[in-house]
């Protein structure tokens, strides 16, 4: 079961003009860049991120790792790690703000949410980059690049000229590797902004607490939360859209928290202030040529419900493979093209939901009613169970065309006997393979055991006989018949070798 050490792939001809020290360029060390390199990593890749500022940012936001986002750092040995860091919440209250209380028996082992500091797991990705053996360099702003059929060279603002079989921008909404790329980014404009920020306050906690709850019946986008060490986080609307490149000011709480709740609790000492719009905007294709978008970079969306840096990590997740595949020369022709083809729709559809929160969460009349009667059918369990899965992404099925409801879904983390000892499922997957349960005990993964590693006969958790999974969890196979798990094989991760 264990992964063998790949050899790079060969440089290219000695008459190309621009030596290839790496496979992949990565523009961004944000959680999906750093996620993306050490996919690739697991794979052998050789890889450098580039990240365009010197330090990590130096405000502490609270993000939220969402149950897909938990389950994929099982999957590769990282959520020990990561839970170290964090405090678990229950898995509920995710759409609108709409508190519900979590459903019952939701399909996952990881069914919380994880509140962590964003530079944490920012720091805790990368590192597991590095470790993996992934180049880091900071201060390194991407400022230009051109493409040819075998690679692409990348230019610095320095200067400085790098060459890589591959770039992949994952630099943010305001990608520069997407505006160079041409990508049209349609969507729409923020309508809205919200003043986010952490500091003290003169005000008694009582007051704050009445006052919060009061606004809090009709004002989703206003809060003053205790965050420790005598700051509160501050949540309040904007009085209109900014420019987002300059920073709000205390004045600007002030001000806003006076006309909205007729005092600003004597805000002082901000440690930091930021501003976030509802701008929504997918990128019209995930892939030219040599050059792929992940993260922000892709799609944008407002923060409501906590998805952002969960879609990005995930998309980082089905990408790794897939790209490390055809720079180790055994991908089928078109799995890079899946990539878009599966993650694209995911996006679509966290766009749509977020809209329609941001709807919910509008003072007017007619978002308030509709607000009230959603609250109403969100007490039928099938109704939050719903939205739930649809915000914690554990509800995603990719199209792998006609087979039982489990195909083209993620496998839950189950538990799995071997030779009399006990196990976990995602602990299976820390090599970033693919895995073959068979509990037929008749089957084999042939030319592919390079690519796909077989368990044999386990006791398991399972409905069906066998079942083929990728290198990120879902299912690609069901049956018992070896010639059509040969073609699936052959469709997801080649032509078995020699």
Same mark, same amino acid.
């Given at each position: ?434 895995? $073959?349960? !068979?509990? &037929? *005990?008749? #089957?084999? %993964?042939?030319?592919?055991?390079? /690519?796909? +590693?077989? $368990?044999? !006969?386990? &006791? *398991?958790? #399972?409905? %069906?006989?066998?079942?083929?999974? /990728?290198? +990120? ?26």
């Amino acid at each position: 079961m264990n992964s063998p050490q790949f050899t790079a792939e060969p440089s290219l001809s000695d008459a190309d003009p621009y030596p290839v020290p790496y496979d992949v360029i990565i523009a961004g060390c944000g959680p999906t860049g750093a996620m993306l390199a050490a996919e690739l990593r697991l794979h052998d890749v050789r890889v450098l991120v580039l990240e365009k500022e010197t330090e990590p940012a130096p405000f502490v936001r609270i993000v939220g790792l969402h149950i897909r986002s938990l389950e994929l750092m099982a999957m590769r040995g990282l959520l020990d790690r990561v839970l170290e860091h964090g405090r678990r919440r229950p898995a509920a209250g995710f759409f609108a703000g709409i508190s519900k209380p979590e459903p019952e028996g939701l399909d996952s082992a990881h069914a919380y949410l994880l509140g962590i500091p964003q530079p944490v797991i920012v720091r805790l990705l990368e590192e597991h980059a590095v470790q993996l053996g992934a180049q880091v360099r900071r201060g390194c702003a991407v400022a230009g690049f051109e493409r040819d059929d075998e690679g692409v060279t990348v230019d610095l603002a320095d200067g400085e000229q790098l060459r890589a079989r591959y770039l992949v921008g994952c630099d943010g909404g305001r990608s520069t590797v997407r505006k160079l790329l041409g990508v049209g980014f349609p969507g729409e404009p923020s309508r809205t902004e919200t003043l986010m920020g952490e500091m003290e306050v003169g005000a008694p906690p009582e007051e704050i607490a009445a006052k919060v709850t009061e606004i809090g019946e009709t004002n989703k986008r206003f809060w003053l939360r205790p965050f420790g060490g005598g700051a509160y986080s501050v949540v309040v609307p904007a009085a209109g859209v900014g420019d987002r490149a300059e920073p709000p000011t205390l004045q600007d709480f002030k001000q806003q928290l006076r006309a909205i709740a007729g005092t600003d609790f004597g805000v002082h000492s901000p440690r930091w202030l930021s501003r976030f719009g509802d701008a929504t905007r997918l990128a019209e294709r995930y892939r030219v040529g040599r050059v792929l978008l992940a993260g922000d970079a892709a799609h944008i969306h407002p923060p409501t419900g906590g998805q952002g840096l969960n879609l990005g990590v995930q998309d980082a997740f089905n990408l790794g493979w897939k790209l490390a595949a055809q720079i180790r020369g055994w991908a089928p022709e078109t799995l890079l093209d899946t990539y878009q083809a599966e993650r694209h729709p995911v996006a679509e559809d966290v766009l749509d939901n977020t809209r329609a929160q941001m709807e919910l969460h509008s003072t007017e009349p007619g978002p308030q009613a509709l607000r009230r009667l959603l609250t109403e059918l969100m007490d039928i369990d099938e109704v939050n169970r719903r939205l739930i899965e649809k915000i914690t992404a554990i509800g995603i099925r990719y199209d792998f065309g006609d087979g039982p409801d489990l195909l083209g879904r993620r496998l839950r983390d189950i538990d799995i006997d071997i030779d009399v000892a006990q196990g976990h499922l995602y602990g299976l997957l820390h090599h970033g393979r693919g895995l $073959l349960l !068979d509990r &037929t *005990a008749h #089957l084999t %993964v042939g030319g592919w055991s390079d /690519r796909v +590693d077989h $368990l044999a !006969d386990p &006791t *398991a958790a #399972l409905d %069906v006989p066998c079942l083929l999974l /990728r290198p +990120d969890g879902h299912v690609a196979w069901i049956g018992d018949d070896q010639q059509d798990l040969n073609d699936h094989l052959s469709r997801w991760f080649g032509k078995p070798a020699n």
